[in-house]
């Protein structure tokens, strides 16, 4: 790393432009699950305050996952963008986010075999009657009537988002949710086209992108891909990056790399810092376009080296932030203390 002014420099708080968007920073708040929507999945103004405080000095925020579809929801005060009647709101929680000057991006949803039986009212589907490990409900198989509903409920959200004033959506395809349930070999046990090899497992996940795509009208389109299903017999990396290469090949602007089946931090990888920078490392080998990493990351010193050593192009800061909103603000203006290391 290059020696400036007695400190180093500072990669962290450079620009990037993608689409026609600049974000003025290479730090990103990701989604992460507030519980502060109302039970119908309404903005509240403890949401509009929450977001205010952390989108003064970030590039981009990611607003956490919102429920596509009242069957495709998870809790019980999960944001929703399932409906009109919720633009309202949204429109005020994107005109927040972009008042504090950072990029407005609202992460879409679909639980599947993960949604709460006791909050949507019914049994989740899945692209297999398979339950997610660590005690989930067995879900019911999709149908093709299934697929096409599900399909829509993505198109008119991402249409929703637009109309509410993001910048851009992120489609979640990790965290056992279900894109990610029909990429994994352990939730997917499909005999048809959508199963059994990787170009059937991928195959309905790359046509949510193709029809999210189509209804954006240039907006920014990101893809939260879980690179690794961490559990014997599941997804892996190496299968992760040939995904990856197919979502930038039907419209992905950037790719948002998580990992492990079942949500959370592995067990194993607690207290690591940026213990999922080495999937998106090997990710952004394969990809021309901008890798987010994410994975416990509390150092700016450590986020900045990253960035400057080109292994991610920007690092999404979740849990540093829950615990201090002004994360951001205070990390870019003490980068002048890290040493080169």
């Known amino acids: 790393m290059f020696q400036i002014l007695g400190g180093i420099i500072p ?128 879900p019911r198989e999709m149908t093709s009537e299934d697929f096409e509903r599900v399909l829509k409920s993505f198109k008119e959200a991402a249409v929703r988002a637009v109309r509410a004033g993001f910048d851009g959506v992120e489609i979640h395809g990790a965290h056992g949710y279900l894109l990610n349930q029909f990429l994994s070999p352990i939730t997917n046990r499909r005999v048809d086209e959508f199963g059994g090899s990787l170009e059937g497992r991928m195959r309905f996940p790359l046509t949510v992108v193709e029809e999210v795509r189509k209804v954006l009208h240039g907006r920014l389109l990101m893809y939260r891909l879980g690179a690794d299903d961490m559990l014997e017999g599941g997804f892996t990396v190496s299968e992760a990056v040939k995904v990856a290469v197919k979502l930038v090949e039907v419209g992905v602007d950037i790719i948002d790399v998580s990992g492990g089946l079942c949500g959370g931090t592995p067990p194993e990888l607690q207290g690591i810092q940026g213990f999922f920078i080495p999937l998106a490392e090997k990710i952004k080998k394969f990809v021309d376009v901008p890798v987010v990493g994410v994975g416990g990351i509390e150092d700016p010193c450590f986020a900045n080296r990253i960035i400057a050593e080109g292994r991610v192009d920007l690092v999404a800061v979740g849990r540093a932030h829950l615990k201090n909103p002004q994360w951001c603000c205070e990390a870019l203006n003490n980068l002048h203390k890290c040493v080169d290391s």
């Not at 990701?30 to 405080?53: C, H, I, K, Q």
């Not at 991006?105 to 019914?122: E, S, T, W």
């Open 11 to 138: 990669f962290l708080s450079s620009e990037l432009f993608v689409r026609s968007l600049r974000l003025r920073n290479r730090v990103v708040l990701p989604p992460m699950a507030s519980e502060l929507a109302s039970p119908d999945g309404e903005v509240t103004n403890e949401l509009l305050a929450y977001y205010a405080l952390r989108s003064s000095c970030v590039g981009l925020v990611i607003v956490e996952h919102s429920y596509i579809s009242p069957e495709g929801k998870y809790s019980y005060r999960q944001l929703g963008i399932w409906h009109d009647g919720l633009i309202e709101g949204l429109n005020k929680l994107s005109s927040t986010i972009k008042g504090g000057g950072a990029v407005a991006v609202i992460q879409l949803n679909h639980a599947g075999g993960r949604a709460n039986p006791a909050v949507c009212g019914c049994r989740p589907i899945a692209p297999s009657s398979v339950p997610i490990p660590r005690g989930f409900d067995i």
